[in-house]
């Protein structure tokens, strides 16, 4: 049986940028497309576009103008389920289940304003009440739940060489240690696998975001490593591959956020 291919891309409106997805699919041909940002309500969602593209099995969690997650997949789901995390109402996570049982989640977890001070910024205080619920939620499902991947935009960068400067970062949101440690708790509550660095050398620079605020951005390459892949032990033989398309940050309008894909073999 070939690999299972799965993408991650935080899109930045999907309805502004359909035709980078239809682009996308049409060159990488992914088995599923997990969506963030999507910034529609789900009546809105560009629906005909992923179904005559070769996706016909959707789940979407949308809001107006805000957030939002969707997949799109080749293959059907059994179950489709959608989490209100911090009881904030925030379309900000789905969960599918395919037929032969395995579990993918995706995320798009807050990015937490620009100061790093819970006490005087709600939306960093937003953040880390995620993440911490995110650890309880790994811890519940660890033991009754061994094929699983979570995916998505993460909106932390937990590595030194997850950025373009480990020092000049320490106190920017995303890079900070509170952050970092939070989602390193994250992943050990279920034990996750970092499917990229897997095959990837933490010693190894690694990036799939880029500011719009920098003129050039491949030049500058002033990165960092917002979009994540984790899959559950059990499935940690399956890797076969992993990469970051950059080359989707250079095409026309583009998202700031370069896709991730994953090739496992999930037998």
């Known amino acids: 049986m070939a690999p299972l291919t799965i993408a991650t891309w935080n899109i930045n409106s999907v309805r502004l940028r359909i035709g980078l997805v239809e682009r996308f699919l049409?060159?990488?041909a992914p088995d599923v497309l997990c969506l963030q940002e999507i910034k529609t309500i789900e009546d809105a969602f560009p629906r005909n576009a992923l179904i005559e593209a070769g996706y016909p099995h959707l789940a979407i969690a949308g809001q107006k103008g805000y957030h939002g997650v969707a997949i799109a997949s080749k293959r059907p789901f059994t179950r489709i389920e959608k989490d209100d995390w911090c009881e904030m109402g925030?379309?900000?996570?789905?969960r599918v289940a395919f037929e032969d049982g395995l579990l993918l989640d995706n995320f798009y977890i807050p990015a937490g304003g620009d100061v790093p001070d819970p006490m005087v910024n709600p939306k960093f205080?937003?953040?880390l009440r995620f993440l911490r619920e995110m650890v309880a939620w790994g811890e519940a499902r660890r033991t009754r739940e061994t094929r699983a991947i979570v995916v998505g935009d993460f909106n932390v960068a937990p590595l030194e060489h997850d950025v373009w400067?480990?020092?000049?970062l320490l106190d920017v949101v995303s890079h900070t240690p509170v952050e970092?440690?939070?989602l390193a708790e994250v992943q050990a509550a279920?034990?996750?696998v970092d499917a990229v660095r897997h095959f990837v050398p933490e010693t190894e620079k690694l990036y799939s975001w880029w500011s719009y605020r920098a003129a050039d951005w491949s030049a500058a390459d002033k990165g960092r490593r917002?979009?994540?892949i984790w899959v559950t032990p059990a499935l940690k033989d399956g890797l076969v591959a992993t990469r970051t398309?950059?080359?989707?940050?250079?095409?026309?309008?583009?998202?700031d956020h370069a896709p991730v894909i994953l090739e496992l073999d999930a037998g």
């Open 165 to 168: 400067s480990h020092k000049k």
């Open 180 to 182: 970092t440690e939070l």
């Open 190 to 192: 279920h034990d996750w």
């Open 125 to 127: 205080d937003h953040k």
């Open 90 to 94: 925030d379309a900000r996570h789905l």
């Open 245 to 255: 398309l950059r080359e989707a940050r250079g095409w026309p309008q583009p998202s």
């Open 26 to 28: 049409a060159e990488q």
């Open 226 to 228: 917002l979009d994540h």
